[in-house]
């Protein structure tokens, strides 16, 4: 199992930017797949998560209407992060949930890949 995330930079508040999460070893269509991020001197958080079975979304209240999840039909799922603040700011990593929905996001981790470094100057 492989998750590579990127995608990530520096960019101005206010701005956007796109992650993708590219998955190898297994089936995305197997799990639901879950983005998270750590700042520094903090605990790593869930941000978003995506069911392979519906493509329901589940957003962190600090990232709803902000950001947006969606996957394709192969082997990527995107983080479409708008409206950027400096709080943004840390790493992000992406990691398949034990199951294909969302319900036990963000706890039932199955692996986590190399992150991808965000941030957001004021």
């Known amino acids: 199992v492989q998750l590579q995330a990127s995608g990530g930079g520096l960019v101005q508040a206010g701005g956007s930017l796109r992650l993708s999460c590219t998955v190898s070893?297994?089936?995305?269509?197997?799990?639901?797949i879950g983005w998270f991020r750590q700042a520094p001197g903090k605990e790593r958080e869930g941000v978003s998560c995506?069911?392979?079975?519906?493509?329901?979304p589940y957003y962190a209240d600090s990232v709803k209407g902000r950001f947006t999840i969606s996957r394709d039909n192969k082997n990527t799922v995107y983080l479409q992060m708008s409206g950027l603040r400096p709080e943004d700011t840390a790493v992000y990593y992406c990691?398949?949930?034990?199951?294909?929905?969302?319900?036990?996001?963000?706890?039932?981790?199955?692996?986590w890949g190399q992150g991808t470094l965000v941030t957001v100057s004021s």
């Open positions: 990691a398949p949930q034990g199951r294909d929905d969302c319900y036990s996001y963000p706890n039932d981790v199955l692996a």
């Open positions: 070893g297994f089936y995305l269509g197997d799990f639901a």
């Open positions: 995506i069911s392979s079975k519906d493509d329901r």
